[in-house]
Every structure is written in structure tokens, then in C-alpha cells.
């Protein structure tokens, strides 16, 4: 049977003519059980539709890994540092537990489980947005299902190890319960109605194509140096109530008060990520993380009018780079452009980590049990940015 890649049905919410290419439902396919040309396919799918989800899934942690590593074969250990003595990973951050049986794979969710791969009892905490915003919403509006979005990110170190390819996330269990609801809380009264415990997703290609022209060219001629051990160092800030970056208040770990850690080692890469696949730029920016922006000036020729920085500069004042990039990347999240996943039990999400930004959402009490397995890999080298042709045309 042939492979069939069916569009994802939208919420009301999403602008359809901003989907038209991202997301598809993968039927008449086992991914436990793939041969080299379904690979293929799917790979290819996977940088076209950046979201692959498949239903029904039965998947063991080393079929899970086996295909993730599929994807992207030239990948390496796990995508965020995790070994022992080491501290710089979302791991500890985030409560992911790692699968002893398979160490590539974090089992993550909410509630107590019980005899789950190779754990006897493990107390896993869906991450709300009460523990990283600086104004969580009230206990009255949660009760009423107000919620937040809580990071948006992509899955990578930031540090030491190339960001990965492909995530693939595989709900076990779905916890039930009444839809919520986003609220942005920046001013703007922007709201989302989401799906209990949804896994919101944007395109980084749509963050980069609605900026108007002169961010446009702000961004092809930008790259950003992330701070080392970066969830280390973010840890003691806040997130700002959109999940779209850190509000300026100095919180940050000092750096010579962080782990040992190595210039060389720290990540600088473009803006804009070029697609492997298609060749489109996608906006790539983990906002949380940036510590300093550095902008080329204008290529020669290019007319000044109206554009921004067009001398070029190396900002390091945390404010003016933050205030920037949530400008070029809050555009996106609006509700018109964010896919809110409604998990079904054996759903398997595979994602282009490479080509979109994700956020865990809303909140979960003790007894609404959340099993998921996560698998993301280390990418064997950084993403290439925009090409001289990229840049004459969008600078
Ligand atoms: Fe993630």
C-alpha cells in the first residue's frame, strides 16, 4: 500500500491559507516496520510538511529511537548533554526521565505511573507555565481554564551538541478533560482555544514570510550567540506570558557562576535556518537563550531607505536583542498561525525541529495521568544559514 499524506484537520482558529503545506496525517505505513524507500518518502515529507503525525502507533522505545535515527542517520546521542556530572540540559530542567532500557528516549507526562519501562513508580509533572512566567494567571481564571502557553522553543542544547533534526513525541496516554484556553496577556487580547495539554506548533517558514520588508532583511542578515549551559543560565528569569522569551530584569545566572564552559563550544548560528529540503528559510530563534545579536551591514547596492541597521552592528544589551526578536517572531504565534495538536492515545508526531517552534500548554492536576516518549537526536552539524542569494534577495 502506498504511502498517503493526508492534511491535518485545522482548528477554527487557524488561517487555512497558512497551512496549505504544513502538517500532514501519514496512513497506510507501519513506522515500526519501514523499508528504505518508505524512509525516503517520509524524510521528505517530513522537511515539505514539518509535522508528520501518525494514529494508531504501537511503537517499543527501540523501534521509536531506530526510526527517529532513521531520519536523520548522520545524528548522535541525545539532543541535549545528559551524562552523568553534566548539567546543562533541559533534562534536569524540564523533569524528563530518561529510559534506562534506552537512553535516547525521555519518557515525560503527568501523574504517577506505575511498572513503565524499566521504572517501578515514577512521578512525572506535566511543565506548567506557573513555575517559569513572572504573572501566572490567576487560581480562579485556571479553574475557569485559562491557560498559557508555556516555552516556546526547539529541542536543542544551545551548547556543545548541533541541534536535532527530527523529534519524534509518542502519547501513550491522553489525559481527558475540558478544552482551555491561551491567553497571551500582552496587550493585544489575543486568545487560543486549545485542547487539554496540547502541543502547540508554529512554522518557522510562516514566522519569516509575514515579517514586513525591512525585518525581513533584519533577519536574513542576522545570526545569535546563545548563552553556554543557556537552561542553566535562564533558570532563575522569567519567561515573558506569551512563552515567547525572557523578560530583562538581570535574573540570569552570572556566567562565571555557571558550570565549566568553553567559548568554542558556544553556539552562534543565523536567524534564518535554511530548509535541507526545500530550500526555504525558516526562522530559527530560541528567544529564552540569546545572549547577543550580530548584524551584517547591507550588501553593496542595496538601497538604505527604510532599513534597519543597515551598517550593520553586534548588539549585546539583553533588552534591545530581546525587544527585536520578539518583534520579528510574536507576529507568528498569533492565533491564526499556531496548530494546537489534540493528542489521541498512539499518536506518533515526528517534527522538523529545524523548520518550527513547539510549546507544551495548559495544566494538568495529580490524577490527569500524561505518558508520553520523546526521542531527539543531536544533528551532526549546525543548520546552514541563508546563502549569498538569500541574502541579496531579502536584504
Ligand atoms: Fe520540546
Given at each position: 500500500m502506498a504511502i498517503e499524506l493526508v492534511p491535518l484537520s485545522l482548528p477554527l482558529s487557524a488561517d487555512p491559507?497558512?497551512?496549505?503545506?504544513?502538517?500532514?496525517?501519514?496512513?497506510?505505513?507501519?513506522?515500526?516496520?519501514?523499508?528504505?524507500?518508505e524512509v525516503t518518502e517520509i524524510r521528505d515529507a517530513l522537511y515539505k510538511h514539518d509535522v508528520l503525525l501518525f494514529r494508531g502507533v504501537s511503537l517499543t522505545p527501540e523501534q521509536q529511537h531506530i526510526f527517529t535515527k532513521e531520519l536523520d542517520p548522520t545524528s548522535e546521542g541525545y539532543g541535549h548533554i545528559n551524562k552523568p556530572g553534566k548539567v546543562s540540559g533541559a533534562i534536569q530542567i524540564f523533569g524528563l526521565k530518561t529510559i534506562p532500557r534506552v537512553p535516547a528516549v525521555q519518557l515525560l507526562g503527568n501523574g504517577t505511573v506505575h511498572d513503565h519501562e524499566g521504572f517501578e513508580e515514577v512521578e512525572l509533572k506535566h511543565p506548567s507555565h506557573k513555575k517559569f512566567h513572572k504573572t501566572p494567571v490567576s487560581a480562579t481564571d485556571e479553574e475557569s481554564g485559562i491557560t498559557r502557553f508555556c516555552r516556546w522553543h526547539m529541542d536543542?542544547?544551545?551548547?556543545?551538541v548541533s541541534p536535532s533534526r527530527v523529534t519524534s513525541l509518542y502519547g501513550l496516554v491522553v489525559p481527558k478533560g475540558a478544552p482551555q484556553t491561551v491567553k497571551y496577556d500582552?496587550?493585544?487580547?489575543?486568545?487560543?482555544?486549545?485542547?487539554?495539554?496540547t502541543t502547540a506548533f508554529v512554522s518557522g517558514h510562516t514566522m519569516f514570510d509575514i515579517l514586513p520588508a525591512a525585518l525581513k532583511s533584519?533577519?536574513?542578515?542576522?545570526?545569535?550567540?546563545?548563552?553556554?549551559?543557556?537552561?542553566?543560565?535562564?533558570?532563575p528569569a522569567h519567561i515573558l506570558p506569551t512563552g515567547l522569551g525572557i523578560e530583562t530584569e538581570d535574573l540570569e545566572m552570572p556566567l562565571d557562576q555557571l558550570p565549566e564552559w568553553h567559548e568554542a563550544k558556544c553556539k552562534t548560528l543565523p536567524v534564518l535556518w535554511k530548509n535541507e529540503g526545500t530550500g526555504k528559510l525558516h526562522f530559527q530563534v530560541h528567544p529564552c537563550g540569546v545572549m547577543e545579536l550580530f548584524i551584517d551591514p547591507l550588501p553593496m547596492g542595496v538601497n538604505c531607505e527604510g532599513a534597519l541597521y543597515p551598517e550593520g552592528a553586534h548588539i549585546t544589551n539583553l533588552k534591545e536583542v530581546r525587544d527585536l526578536l520578539y518583534r520579528m517572531q510574536r507576529p507568528a504565534i498569533s492565533p491564526e498561525f499556531v496548530y494546537p495538536h489534540e493528542w489521541r492515545e498512539n499518536d506518533l508526531i515526528i517534527f522538523h525541529n529545524r523548520g518550527l517552534m513547539h510549546s507544551v500548554v495548559g495544566a494538568l492536576t495529580r490524577d490527569q495521568v500524561r505518558v508520553f516518549h520523546q526521542c531527539t537526536l543531536a544533528g551532526s552539524d549546525d543548520p546552514i544559514g541563508p546563502s549569498t542569494e538569500d541574502v541579496n534577495n531579502w536584504a
Amino acid at each position: 500500500m502506498a504511502i498517503e499524506l493526508v492534511p491535518l484537520s485545522l482548528p477554527l482558529s487557524a488561517d487555512p491559507s497558512r497551512f496549505i503545506e504544513f502538517g500532514r496525517e501519514v496512513r497506510g505505513v507501519n513506522p515500526a516496520t519501514l523499508n528504505p524507500e518508505e524512509v525516503t518518502e517520509i524524510r521528505d515529507a517530513l522537511y515539505k510538511h514539518d509535522v508528520l503525525l501518525f494514529r494508531g502507533v504501537s511503537l517499543t522505545p527501540e523501534q521509536q529511537h531506530i526510526f527517529t535515527k532513521e531520519l536523520d542517520p548522520t545524528s548522535e546521542g541525545y539532543g541535549h548533554i545528559n551524562k552523568p556530572g553534566k548539567v546543562s540540559g533541559a533534562i534536569q530542567i524540564f523533569g524528563l526521565k530518561t529510559i534506562p532500557r534506552v537512553p535516547a528516549v525521555q519518557l515525560l507526562g503527568n501523574g504517577t505511573v506505575h511498572d513503565h519501562e524499566g521504572f517501578e513508580e515514577v512521578e512525572l509533572k506535566h511543565p506548567s507555565h506557573k513555575k517559569f512566567h513572572k504573572t501566572p494567571v490567576s487560581a480562579t481564571d485556571e479553574e475557569s481554564g485559562i491557560t498559557r502557553f508555556c516555552r516556546w522553543h526547539m529541542d536543542a542544547a544551545f551548547y556543545d551538541v548541533s541541534p536535532s533534526r527530527v523529534t519524534s513525541l509518542y502519547g501513550l496516554v491522553v489525559p481527558k478533560g475540558a478544552p482551555q484556553t491561551v491567553k497571551y496577556d500582552d496587550g493585544t487580547g489575543d486568545e487560543l482555544p486549545v485542547p487539554l495539554a496540547t502541543t502547540a506548533f508554529v512554522s518557522g517558514h510562516t514566522m519569516f514570510d509575514i515579517l514586513p520588508a525591512a525585518l525581513k532583511s533584519l533577519a536574513v542578515r542576522s545570526r545569535v550567540k546563545y548563552a553556554p549551559h543557556m537552561y542553566l543560565w535562564m533558570s532563575p528569569a522569567h519567561i515573558l506570558p506569551t512563552g515567547l522569551g525572557i523578560e530583562t530584569e538581570d535574573l540570569e545566572m552570572p556566567l562565571d557562576q555557571l558550570p565549566e564552559w568553553h567559548e568554542a563550544k558556544c553556539k552562534t548560528l543565523p536567524v534564518l535556518w535554511k530548509n535541507e529540503g526545500t530550500g526555504k528559510l525558516h526562522f530559527q530563534v530560541h528567544p529564552c537563550g540569546v545572549m547577543e545579536l550580530f548584524i551584517d551591514p547591507l550588501p553593496m547596492g542595496v538601497n538604505c531607505e527604510g532599513a534597519l541597521y543597515p551598517e550593520g552592528a553586534h548588539i549585546t544589551n539583553l533588552k534591545e536583542v530581546r525587544d527585536l526578536l520578539y518583534r520579528m517572531q510574536r507576529p507568528a504565534i498569533s492565533p491564526e498561525f499556531v496548530y494546537p495538536h489534540e493528542w489521541r492515545e498512539n499518536d506518533l508526531i515526528i517534527f522538523h525541529n529545524r523548520g518550527l517552534m513547539h510549546s507544551v500548554v495548559g495544566a494538568l492536576t495529580r490524577d490527569q495521568v500524561r505518558v508520553f516518549h520523546q526521542c531527539t537526536l543531536a544533528g551532526s552539524d549546525d543548520p546552514i544559514g541563508p546563502s549569498t542569494e538569500d541574502v541579496n534577495n531579502w536584504a
